[in-house]
């Protein structure tokens, strides 16, 4: 069956990055997008970009643009989001979505704190 | 690219409809037929109900059903159930080739 997993939780400080994987499966990965999206305790989804895992492409939300990193390796079916100078304003579930948002992964908690 | 605009909350008894609306742009919603709508439960990963406005992926009950009219999205949740409740999101491509979600409305079954 169609499936993304996330990796694991992950506590950083403020000022570190973090690199969260999404390994897809039951599908043909450089067909689809791959999207970024968090949520803040509490909050509401927001969209961090995507990247088209055929070519490398990638859109960035303005909001994130200079600090988030997206990259694919289509060797291991595999998305990443990289978020660097962290606050503790990210702390938050990232999640991945294949373009159409009809499939998510688990999710991963990333707590900032000092 | 700011969020879409939903209402915080909305209510009804089993066996209403409601409808939550999602407005936006002339250059997200209004722009594009690719809006589409989540429900997510607490602590869990958000489902896709709706997608490309009015259509639903297969599994999803028909009782859910969307709709445009210019720059506001809807969703019409028709006979109401209790496992209905939860937190609902709308999101929409950009002119940007970006995309953007919806505040968020939180969705009581009375």
């Known amino acids: 069956q169609v499936q993304l997993v996330q990796s694991g939780a992950e506590v950083k400080k403020p000022g570190a990055s973090v690199k969260v994987s999404c390994k897809a499966s039951?599908?043909?990965?450089?067909?689809?997008?791959m999207h970024w999206v968090r949520q803040a305790p509490g909050q509401r989804l927001e969209w961090m970009g995507w990247?088209?895992?055929?070519?490398?492409?990638?859109e960035y939300s303005q909001k994130f643009q200079g600090r988030v990193t997206i990259t694919r390796d289509t060797s291991a079916s595999t998305a990443y989001m990289e978020l660097s100078s962290l606050r503790s304003e990210d702390t938050a579930v990232y999640y991945c979505?294949?373009?159409?948002?009809?499939?998510w992964g688990q999710g991963t908690t990333v707590t900032v704190s000092s | 690219q700011s969020a879409l605009t939903q209402p915080a909350s909305v209510s009804g008894s089993p066996g209403q409809s409601i409808t939550i609306s999602c407005t936006g742009t002339?250059?997200?919603?209004?722009?594009?037929?690719?809006v589409s709508w989540y429900q997510q439960h607490p602590g869990k990963a958000p489902n896709l109900m709706i997608y490309?406005?009015?259509n639903r992926p297969s599994g999803v009950s028909n009782r859910f059903s969307g709709s445009k009219s210019g720059n506001t999205a809807s969703l019409t949740i028709s006979g109401l159930q209790a496992e209905d409740e939860g937190d609902y999101y709308c999101?929409?491509?950009?002119?940007?080739?970006?995309?953007?979600f919806g505040g968020g409305t939180k969705l009581t079954v009375l």
């Open positions: 979505t294949r373009n159409g948002m009809d499939v």
């Open positions: 039951g599908y043909t990965f450089n067909g689809y997008a």
């Open positions: 990247i088209n895992a055929g070519n490398g492409n990638t």
């Open positions: 002339s250059s997200d919603v209004g722009a594009y037929n690719y």
């Open positions: 490309d406005v009015t």
């Open positions: 999101s929409s491509y950009t002119s940007s080739s970006t995309w953007v």
